[in-house]
């Protein structure tokens, strides 16, 4: 019986990494900064359907400064499906490459314990007066292949897999029954 237990762990681990839902933070980036009283364009994708229904985007400086140290929600219950908030940056945040945003589901109950679904890379906020960047493709982060090769395969080449692990394990038990 411990092939049994054994095809069923496998069931769960191959299904589990199949189901992986992802959120991809677009904007803000390194080429996509921020500027003190312009809206800046948050841009995720989402995939998967257990993605949450809606997130609290936070902010986190990298350095504390003058006046911001910790965690600062710029947004809250925005549904995830929209893939995009404008957020006005109202304060003095300028800052080269200190600042990230990190997405959390918003039913959740926020402590320092709970994981963020998500993180922008690095992003910069420049001062007011500097000319905000174009919304383009040179200024897009794109979303990367997976580099998990389990679950960039397809659910045929998983059951070709899976099918492949089954036959192996019963000839395994034939011959532990033979011998």
């Known amino acids: 019986m411990p092939s049994i237990k054994l095809i069923v762990l496998t069931i769960l681990v191959v299904f589990n990494f199949c189901a992986v ?36 985007i936070k902010l986190i400086s990298k350095t504390p400064t003058e006046l911001f140290a910790g965690e600062y929600a710029v947004g809250q219950s925005i549904p995830t499906a929209d893939g995009k908030y404008a957020w006005n940056i109202t304060d003095n945040l300028v800052g080269e490459n200190n600042w990230i945003l990190k997405f959390y589901n918003a039913m959740s109950e926020l402590n320092d314990k709970t994981a963020p679904v998500a993180q922008s890379k690095e992003f910069s906020i420049k001062p007011v007066g500097t000319e905000p960047p174009k919304n383009d493709s040179s200024t897009t982060e794109t979303k990367k292949n997976n580099s998990n090769p389990v679950t960039s395969l397809s659910y045929p080449s998983l059951f070709i897999i899976f099918v492949s692990f089954i036959s192996s394990v019963i000839m395994a038990n034939s011959l532990d029954l033979v011998s």
């Open 21 to 56: 839902s992802e959120i991809t933070i677009l904007t803000p980036n390194p080429k996509f900064y921020g500027v003190v009283n312009e809206p800046l364009l948050i841009t995720w994708t989402s995939s998967g359907n257990d993605d949450p229904q809606s997130i609290t």
